[in-house]
């Protein structure tokens, strides 16, 4: 099985198309190319966004070599869910001329997801990929918002690169959520990965109502137990790391799971059978990249390359994500499991009661107003984003590793360029 590495196509996104770059920097706050995160950014001397790797590295010539302690999300340097980290290594050390080194802990071996907040907060990492989600009562919009992926579509490739971007608008825009972070000494980088679309994972197929009657299924989230609630299932809190061993067992039937994360896993080698939605989605299980109280004592530059990096987060994470789902079209075939998609009835089901979720949200003031209408608005733009850079489902699910150009490693580069400039840009320090 093949995996695709990480190569300096990162470099060339990030400090590329230096030409259209000036234009929208001129229009999104001066110099620096967009309004300060955070406050009035660094000192020092910044670049502008789109320059190229030798007018960044001329600008870092006079900036004192520092270290950056990164816990990325992966277990390792290796594998599909390391794509993101990889890059941003790359892109850290050379875009800045060696005076930027990147202390990197894999497998949260400084801090666990639950402990990762007060690691940044105290200095023990300066960047980390987090996941809020495990803090629901410390962090309650940002939890609120992983209700609203609910009303997210899932096809193939157009609709996860949709709900992403329509997500990531939206919560860039909100800013009770960004200062639910920032309130914490806390600053977000890219504070909404809503990662791929997640199905579930069964032992047998789950496509009707009394396939799921009683059913034991784990979820990570109260959105996905309230949702498992209104299919007649048996929601099932379980560990990550115990999941696997539970599914061979037969202690729980199914799990509801992206991809990626069943790829690290292994989930589908004891669970081959997945159950997926088109219109609605089981709530994603997001997280996020933040940098902690270092940030505030790094010079200009530096908070610029580490914001305009998130750039290539973007892209590959939605590499990692959709590699994935090729990856899993193999294995399913290999397992002899399936690809079903759920009943109408039961996506309905599912439809009323993520639409409750998110009104319920807004009704105790998390997400903002309108939220059940602009959320699947905004996938709707950028469904249609997607369609006129020429992205389109070519198959199913079943098939994704026949027609899904995993080794193209471009190939999602005008998509991820499209989103920062629309989305992020305006936030860049300044």
Known sequence: MKHSTVSRRGI???????????????????????????????????????????????????????????????????????????????????????????????????????ELPDALVDGRVDIAYMLPIYQPDQFPVFHAWVTGTTLTGASPLVDELAANAAIGELTWNDDQLLDEFRDTGIEPLNV????????????????????????????????????????????????????????????????????????????????????????????????????????????????????????DEFIQSRRGDLDANSVAAEVVREQGGSFEEMDDDMQEELKEASQGLVEDDVADGLLPDGSADAIPESVDKWRGIAEELDYEDAGTFADYDEWYPMDDLDYLVPFGERYFEEVMLPHRPS
């Open 192 to 311: 909404f990965n809503s990662a791929g679309a997640v199905v579930a994972m069964c032992s047998s197929e789950h496509v009707s109502a009394d396939d799921w009657d009683g059913n034991q299924v784990r979820a990570s989230s109260q959105a996905q137990i309230s949702q498992l609630n209104a299919l007649s299932a048996s929601p099932v809190s379980l560990q990550y790391t115990e999941t696997f061993e539970a599914l061979q067992r037969g202690t729980v039937d199914c799990t509801l799971s992206t991809t990626l994360a069943a790829e690290a896993a292994g989930f589908l080698e004891v669970a081959p059978h997945i159950a997926y939605t088109t219109d609605v989605t089981f709530a994603r299980g997001p997280g996020g990249v933040f940098a902690g109280s270092a940030w505030d004592s790094w010079p200009l530059a530096v908070q610029q390359l580490v914001f305009d990096s998130m750039q």
């Open 12 to 114: 060339r996104a990030l400090a590329g198309a230096a030409a259209i770059a000036v234009v929208v920097s001129g229009c999104a706050g001066g110099a620096g190319g967009g309004s300060s995160a955070g406050g009035d950014g660094g000192s020092g001397e910044g670049y502008e966004y789109g320059a190229t790797p030798e007018e960044i590295q001329a600008v870092f010539e006079d900036i004192d070599p520092l270290t950056i302690r990164y816990q990325p999300s992966a277990q390792s340097s290796q594998g599909i869910d390391a794509y993101r980290s990889e890059a941003f290594i790359e892109n850290l050390e050379t875009l800045s001329g060696g005076k930027i080194t990147v202390d990197t802990t894999y497998g949260q071996g400084i801090a666990g997801y639950t």
